[in-house]
């Protein structure tokens, strides 16, 4: 959905600049059906979708903690939720200790230090009650 949005809005703003008086004297262009303004839209289009990377990535990452403590409420089981995030780090060779600033522009997941201290603290205020043991 995210992606629909950022190109229905990449399409508005690219028709509204085809239109500028402005850009089609700097960039010299005559109009939409002129073939020198494919470079320009490809431009465009490239450092768009990196200038907005941020934003959809800081979605994601929002969307994916709550689904991470959704599964810690839902299984009450912080061990095998922390297990599970070293295990796939490790299985996907991911960088623990990555760049905050390319994370940050970047990461669609939060990392994965931060999955795990989230997956520490759900374990330390909500502890298993010990259980009975009981004779065969």
Known sequence: AMASLSILLGMAILALAVKS???KSFFGFNGPGDLTIIPVLLFVISYGSILQAPLESG???YFERQADREALELTGDAASFISCEIKL???NKADLLQS???H???GS???ALER???GEEFAANHPKPAQEKTDP
């Open 100 to 102: 905050p600033f390319l």
């Open 21 to 23: 008086a402005a850009l």
């Open 116 to 118: 795990i201290r989230v």
């Open 89 to 91: 780090h490790g299985i």
């Open 109 to 111: 997941h939060p990392a």
């Open 59 to 61: 979605i994601s990452r």
């Open 104 to 106: 940050w522009w970047y």
